[in-house]
Each structure stands twice: as C-alpha cells, then as structure tokens.
Nanobody
C-alpha cells in the first residue's frame, strides 16, 4: 500500500532552519509530482511548494519563496523541504502529498492522490 512518511519537524527559534523529509513507498515515485502543504491551527490547508516528477521544475507560494527549497531524490524515493529563515507564521503541521502520473508541478490540495500524516513545525519568537 502507498505510504508517505514525513520526518524532520520540531521546535526551532525564529531565523533558524529545518529540513523536512518525506519517504515514499508503494508507488512509482518517479512518476509522481510531489508537493508540500501546511495547516496552521484554525486555518485551511495551504500550498507551500511543489516539484515535478524529474525535479527540473519547482513552484513556491509567495510566503515561502526565497526561504524554502523543495527537492527530490528519485533513487531514495524521497522529497525534501529545506526551510531557512523560519518565522513564527511558519508554525504548522506540514504534509507531503503525491500526484500520480503528472508532468506538472502541483499547487492545489484537490489534485493530490496520496497524503502523509504530517509533521509538526513550531517556530518560536
């Protein structure tokens, strides 16, 4: 069965960095577009960053552009989110998601086929 397992979340001070990982199994990873989303308490889930199947194309929300970097390793079946210059507003549960057989960069939750359970990122001021 398909599994997406996030790791790397935790507590960090404002200005610090974290790297999230999402290990995929049970699917043909190189055929999937991948994305990270986040959901803060009392808010809707929002798009953070997406990457196409090969890693050649990425897209970011305006709120994280220039601070976060998404990448993938199709040998390790893993997608990463490097988060730098973290702010308290980045506090949320971060989810990775997979869109099967897509050549595009995903940007909306509606199109995703599989989701991880999430990892909590807390940024203190």
């Amino acid at each position: 069965q398909v599994q997406l397992v996030e790791s790397g979340g935790g507590l960090v001070q404002a200005g610090g960095s974290l790297r999230l990982s999402c290990a995929a199994s049970g699917l043909t990873f190189r055929s999937c577009a991948m994305a990270w989303f986040r959901q803060a308490p009392g808010k809707e889930r929002e798009f953070v960053a997406g990457v196409n199947w090969s890693g050649s194309s990425t897209y970011y929300s305006d709120s994280v552009k220039g601070r976060f970097t998404i990448s993938r390793d199709n040998v390790k079946n893993t997608v990463y989110l490097q988060m730098n210059s973290l702010k308290p507003d980045d506090t949320a549960v971060y989810y990775c998601a997979a869109e099967l057989y897509s050549r595009m960069v995903p940007t909306t939750p509606a199109g995703m086929d599989y989701w991880g359970k999430g990892t909590l990122v807390t940024v203190s001021s």
